[in-house]
T-cell receptor, first 112, second 110 residues
């Protein structure tokens, strides 16, 4: 089954404790992206990658890191999480047909 | 002013009604227009995709784009309780970066 898989689905952590949210897609898509979704603010892009070893900042990259060492994986790293990073995070991939993106089920993160 | 404006709702209608969801935008370079549907606790999924102006129909759903007015719409006929979700509009030019509306929460009452 074609899908984007994120893990974990739920995560509660404390300020400053490094964490990684994994994202994997099995559709051989070049493009991958991370979003956060907050009430009233909609989806905001954190980082995106057009291909292996190519990453670019989105609208809200501060406090986040990404890497793209393999085509299928695009982990999101929070090196020192803060409470304002409490949010719902989505990973997405695209075959680079404009506008068509496939989303994971989401990771709900709480930073205490 | 946001590049894409979308009324967050909630919009509550009775089952069987025709639903109209709308977005306005400011960037005339946008060429691709999408509607995504997001159920509670799930990721968004692509519902409709339109290139440039015009209408596109898929079952009970019709997407309409008016580039002269910078206005897009999604119509849902014979609405069902299973259509209750948040509907997000999104659009892009040629760089594949999507600009999103805030989403409209739709509630269909049985």
């Amino acid at each position: 089954e074609a899908q984007v898989t994120q893990n974990p689905r739920y995560l509660i952590t404390v300020t400053g404790k490094k964490l990684t949210v994994t994202c994997s897609q099995n559709m051989n898509h070049e493009y991958m992206s991370w979003y956060r979704q907050d009430p009233g603010l909609g989806l905001r892009q954190i980082y995106y990658s057009m291909n292996v070893e190519v990453t670019d900042k989105g609208d809200v990259p501060e406090g986040y890191k990404v890497s793209r060492k393999e085509k299928r994986n695009f982990p999101l790293i929070l090196e020192s999480p803060s409470p304002n990073q409490t949010s719902l995070y989505f990973c997405a991939s695209s075959p680079l047909r404009a506008g068509i993106q496939y989303f994971g089920a989401g990771t709900r993160l709480s930073v205490l | 002013q946001k590049e894409v404006e979308q009324d967050p709702g909630p919009l509550s209608v009775p089952e069987g009604a025709i639903v109209s969801l709308n977005c306005t935008y400011s960037n005339s370079a946008f060429q691709y227009f999408m509607w995504y549907r997001q159920y509670s606790r799930k990721g968004p999924e692509l519902l409709m995709y339109t290139y440039s102006s015009g209408n596109k129909e898929d079952g009970r759903f019709t997407a309409q784009v008016d580039k002269s007015s910078k206005y897009i719409s999604l119509f849902i006929r014979d609405s069902q309780p299973s259509d209750s979700a948040t509907y997000l509009c999104a659009m892009t030019g040629s760089n594949y970066q999507l600009i999103w509306g805030a989403g409209t929460k739709l509630i269909i009452k049985p």
